[in-house]
């Protein structure tokens, strides 16, 4: 449900854009590695799979559970709470794993958050954090790295600019791209699987974020 009313909304709000790397796939028990902008991003990423053919499991801040309506559409359709800065945090592996063994594909931030900076700016992914390193190394699960960019511009911010970002994007209707890279097989130790993960999620998000550059020049370079 998530995916189809991602799938719906997004357009509303900007126009997305999604490209996808030669060598990429989305086979059943992969890891989708995305990085994290915005509040929008997930929504965005969501509707671009989507238009791939695969709806995710998200692993996401389990505050998004005490969400009325929400919360119960995310139980009900099996997506991962993760209850940051407690010892039940390492229970969202475990159902992740278990997901990806049952041939579900999971959706993962490494990131962990996102930036606190105010403005719409792109920047690249942050430092991730260990959880999709060990995921990968407990189940063997492939690694897609997936990079998008202008969610910023849909909503960035403190909570009032958010809110204004929501309510104008319909009228601004920015750009927003969606880069699928090709899968990899994370190894060595825990740092270099997350350095790994880490290089080819940087490398997806830019080159989404070049073709968002170039839409953008394409769009005020008037005909002749």
Do not use: C
């Amino acid at each position: 449900m998530l995916s189809r009313i991602a799938d719906i909304l997004v357009p509303a709000v900007g126009r997305l854009a999604v490209t996808v790397d030669d060598r990429a796939e989305l086979a059943p028990g992969s890891i989708i590695a995305a990085n994290h902008t915005s509040l929008a991003d997930p929504a965005i990423v969501l509707a671009a799979l989507r238009r791939l053919g695969v709806s995710p499991v998200v692993v996401a801040a389990a505050g998004l559970w005490r969400i009325p309506l929400l919360g119960r559409a995310l139980a009900r359709e099996g997506h991962i709470p993760v209850i940051r800065n407690d010892r039940r945090a390492s229970d969202a592996l475990d159902l992740a794993a278990k997901a990806l063994e049952e041939g579900r594909l999971v959706l993962i931030y490494a990131e962990g958050g996102i930036p606190s900076r105010r403005d719409a700016g792109e920047e690249p992914p942050r430092a991730f954090r260990s959880g999709l390193s060990r995921l990968a190394d407990r189940t063997g699960a492939p690694v897609v790295p997936v990079g998008q960019a202008g969610a910023r511009r849909v909503t960035s911010g403190n909570a009032a600019k958010q809110l204004a970002g929501v309510a104008t994007a319909p009228l601004r209707r920015p750009d927003l791209h969606v880069h699928v890279g090709a899968p990899l097989t994370l190894t060595g130790d825990g740092a270099a699987r997350t350095a790994q993960a880490h290089t080819a999620v940087t490398a997806a998000w830019r080159t989404a974020a070049d073709r968002l550059g170039s839409s953008r020049r394409n769009a005020r370079t008037p005909e002749r």
